[in-house]
């Protein structure tokens, strides 16, 4: 065979791939094994295994062999938007989906779990997970949890399959069908969804600069139907990147107890914060159920939910989570409890602090933050950075800790046609709309992700909605912050 013949061969193994004879993560044999099943000489092998790690269907890891790889590296690679392919099936640069992914974080997985491959620690494994998992795997979600000071009774701890899971039981646990939950004015979308699926009205709570108000919530309380709990997020709120402090926790707490109301407080977004408060939990540990994730601090694909409750209200919600079928995987919490206990979730937490960092300062160079802009210090000691005039390019909200921002659009824009024409130019953003509950008026803002892409590609779509932005677009003149 002529030595340029070695794509062609590359090609056929290519095929191989994409039909499913070879899949991800199987071993492809020695080169000197491939080039006799081949039929070709050992140096055509050696460019052919070279072709297919250029193409990134394979990977070779030293002194193990090569693999074929879980995915193609990222659409376009590095390519700017202007050079990426355009068409009907061109991949858009998701700004909507928030996966934090940091370069290194597979390797040391891997190297976490490597000991759970063995048959006898997974055939243990995937057995079922009770609703209490394990002492090891409590213990463990314990330490994840700690902060400023504070860290749950492992004896409290419960798990659910992800995050989602983990919000699904507690509201369902705290609210019967037909009840009312009460949430920030924008809040988490899947919230919305959850709700509709359990028969649960949603109440929305008025905020200020450090979320949801208490005095608001004491105001809808009293107000027609009382409320059965209330979903926060003080820390790194969703989409408002707002964060309480100490007193406002403090206060919140107060109320909660003075109506007899339990929160369900969302801390997935927190680990961000190092230097954030100690959770609403600490302040009212017999009024508050914390749910997180371990989702967004390694990968989307490696969940496990996790809940913390007052004793009193522990055997409910494991009933709970066992009768909605959400409870964890054997498998996952293991994996989980190794990960926590090598260092693995703390490298890669720290890891993706200071790549939010990173990608905040393209926020400041693509869209103008901090440029003429005021810089607030916020009060759960973060900064809160709000820039522009509405008027002229909008006002971007963004805390220099979080993976997104919240960006009240030019007045010339309704949210809805900005979405839709930021995707026509290749970028997918969140209309405010999905945030805002039941009759308020939706906001003329849209929500970006930064954590997905990489950082070169999110500085080109950036750049996009900037350029896009100062262009007059449909109802030009008419203002839809609030309509």
Known sequence: MARSDYRLVADEVAGEIERGLLRPGDQLPTQRAFARQRRIANSTAIRVYGELVRRGLAVGEVGRGTFVRAAPPHPGGSASLAERPRGADAPPVNLELNYPVTQGQSELMARGIAP????????????????????????????????????P????????????????????????????????????????????RLGVSLVPVAVDEEGIRPDALAAVH?????????????????????????????????????????????????????????????????????????SKRLAPGLTVGMLTAPPAHLDVLARTLRSGAWTAGGVNLEAAVRWCGDGTVDSVVAAKRVD???????????????????????????????????????RVRVDPRSYFCWWELPSHWR?????????????????????????????GAVRIGLASPPVDVLGDALGVLAELARRAGPGAGVDARMR
Not at 182 to 190: A, K, Q, R
Not at 381 to 392: D, E, F, K, P, Q
Not at 416 to 439: C, D, H, L, Y
């Open 116 to 151: 759970l491959l063995r048959p006898d620690v997974l055939l243990e494994a995937s057995r079922p997970a009770a609703a209490d998992g394990t002492p090891q795997a409590r213990a463990a979600a314990a330490d994840v949890l700690a902060r400023a000071g504070w860290r």
């Open 153 to 196: 009774d492992p004896a409290h701890v419960l798990f659910a399959g992800n995050g989602r899971q983990a919000i699904a039981a507690a509201i369902s646990s705290l609210v019967r069908p037909g009840g009312r939950l009460g949430v920030e004015e924008l809040t988490y979308p899947l919230v919305k969804a959850i709700a509709e």
């Open 222 to 294: 009293r107000s027609a139907s009382p409320l059965s709990a209330v979903y926060v997020q003080p820390t790194l709120h969703n989409p408002l990147s707002l964060t309480a402090g100490p007193e406002r926790r403090a206060e919140l707490a107060g109320v909660l107890r003075e109506l007899d109301l339990y929160a369900v407080e969302d801390t997935t977004w927190a680990f961000l914060a190092e230097d954030a408060p100690a959770p609403l939990a600490a302040y009212a540990p017999d009024r508050t159920v914390l749910v997180d994730s371990l």
């Open 356 to 394: 939010a960092a990173v990608r905040h300062r393209v926020v400041e160079e693509r869209l103008g933050v901090g440029a003429g802009a005021g810089v607030r210090p916020g009060a759960g000691t973060g900064a809160v950075a709000v820039a522009g005039s509405r008027a002229r390019s909008g």
């Open 415 to 443: 949210a809805e046609a900005f979405v839709a024409a930021a995707a026509e130019r290749g970028v997918a953003v969140t209309p405010g709309s999905a945030f805002a509950i039941g009759e308020r008026s939706a906001p």
